[in-house]
């Protein structure tokens, strides 16, 4: 199958500080990836759906200026959380799209579990 | 609100033993249908997608009632390795891109 690398998988940081998350796909190029956010026993909820040279679609309720997405390539997606704070910590994931094999499965990359203290 | 509904579980049984997950969507346009597992602190890895006519892979058996807006996964002959949670997954929207995650069912297989 697929693979996504997803960098870094963790991160613990200070309120106030930004945080950059990369998404890269290894084997395929990816012209729509999609960040997810993860809180415990929790379900894993879209916040934005990432298209290669376009502007993020963001879902209702997610803050665009403070979750900045850039998909620059067909291979890499980033997703920066901007002055983070404690209730931003959760479990960040991305999944890729390979519509070169005109299948909707989404191949997800290992997660960044942050912490902001 | 589009939902995706499980039972939490968790379902703890013994290895061997059959065990099936039921979820309900509440999307009727809803197109394509999976089920993931997810091991604790893990991505979702994808388990098989769901289709109205049924279909088995290996030990693991899904069926999808779109009448019902019922999923519904099977695990035969369980093993220590299948313990997880059990995400039911619908997807909508334009090329079906759009994934509503269930909260999932946790399995836990006991020897």
């Known amino acids: 199958g697929a693979v996504v690398s997803q960098h870094p998988s963790r991160v613990i940081c200070k309120s106030g500080t930004s945080v950059k998350i990369e998404c890269r796909s290894l084997d395929f190029q990816a012209t729509t990836m999609f960040w997810y956010r993860q809180f415990p026993k929790q379900s894993l909820m879209l916040m934005a759906t990432s298209n290669e040279g376009s502007k993020a679609t963001y879902e209702q309720g997610v803050e665009k200026d403070k979750f900045l997405i850039n998909h620059a390539s067909l291979t890499l997606s980033t997703l920066t959380v901007t002055s983070a704070h404690p209730e931003d910590s959760s479990f960040y994931i991305c999944?890729?799209?390979?519509?070169?094999?005109?299948?909707?499965?989404?191949?997800f990359g290992a997660g960044t579990r942050l912490s902001v203290l | 609100r589009k939902e995706v509904e499980q039972d939490p579980g968790p379902f703890n049984v013994p290895e061997g033993a059959t065990v099936a997950f039921n979820c309900t969507y509440s999307?009727?346009?809803?197109?394509?249908f999976f089920w993931y597992r997810q091991d604790c602190r893990k991505e979702p890895k994808l388990l098989m997608s769901?289709?109205?006519s049924g279909n088995e892979d290996g030990r693991f058996t899904a069926q999808l009632n779109r009448a019902s807006q019922y999923i519904s996964l099977l695990i035969r002959d369980s093993k220590l390795s299948d313990s997880a949670t059990y995400l039911c997954v619908a997807a909508s929207g334009a090329g079906s891109y759009q994934l509503t995650f269930g909260k999932g069912t946790k399995l836990s297989v006991i020897p």
């Open positions: 999944s890729a799209l390979d519509r070169a094999l005109a299948k909707n499965i989404q191949y």
């Open positions: 999307n009727s346009a809803s197109q394509s």
């Open positions: 769901v289709y109205s």
